[in-house]
């Protein structure tokens, strides 16, 4: 039903189960409650996944999710603040008419489709084409990969804002390309929603 101000959860997941008894993913739970999920590298994609978050979850009324693993948390880097614009928002009871249906109907219309096109032309999702093979990644993973594909001339899109999924980048990057591997922890969350012949990761083996 709308929120009056921007919500952004930062969910922590203990990739290895480190300090924790098991790996849980928290992207999933974006993807079930349909909200937008930011899957930070480091410091500086930490910062901005926060601060773009709020200014998401304003514009479309719904919570934002970041989530972060300890692997991101210490990676060291530099980061570029900004002023994030506060304001004065009220809660709209204009979403209150609405049944339960209708008001999922038109954040999908409004809110969602939003989100969808802000994935899609997100700065936070990054490629660089190189090659005939390629590397998707999202998360920490992403510090990896990128120093594998430049070493080895791969083609690399690193994902940050990876729900909505970005199919249309997606798509765009993997074009041309003979095989994309899919690198991400801890489960096939990105492989599972490109279901092509080319795409390779924990699915194939």
């Not at 849980?24 to 993807?31: P, T």
């Not at 060291?76 to 994030?84: A, D, M, Q």
């Not at 993997?174 to 012949?197: D, H, R």
Request: aromatic residues 6%; hydrophobic residues 35%.
């Amino acid at each position: 039903h709308g929120l009056g101000a921007g919500i952004v959860v930062i969910t922590g997941d203990d990739v290895g189960a480190v300090f924790s008894h098991n790996e849980q993913d928290s992207r999933w739970y974006g993807k079930l409650a349909e909200i937008p999920v930011f899957d930070p590298a480091g410091p500086a994609d930490i910062y901005d996944s926060i601060a773009h978050g709020i200014r998401l979850s304003e514009h479309i009324g719904a919570p934002v999710l970041v989530r972060v693993t300890e692997r991101a948390l210490k990676e060291k880097g530099t980061i570029s603040r900004e002023k994030v614009p506060g304001g004065h928002k009220r809660l709209s009871t204009s979403h209150w008419s609405y049944t339960m249906l209708g008001a999922h109907q038109k954040y999908l219309e409004d809110g969602w489709s939003q989100a969808l096109k802000e994935a899609n032309s997100s700065n936070l999702n990054r490629a660089v084409k190189r090659g005939r093979m390629g590397i998707i990644s999202s998360g920490h993973t992403s510090v990896d990969a990128s120093k594998i594909a430049g070493s080895m001339g791969l083609s690399h899109l690193s994902l940050c804002l990876i729900n909505p999924f970005p199919g249309a980048s997606v798509n765009d990057f993997i074009m041309g390309l003979e095989s994309v591997l899919v690198c991400e922890e801890v489960s096939p969350f990105l492989e599972e929603q490109m279901g092509l012949p080319k795409i390779k990761g924990r699915l194939t083996g």
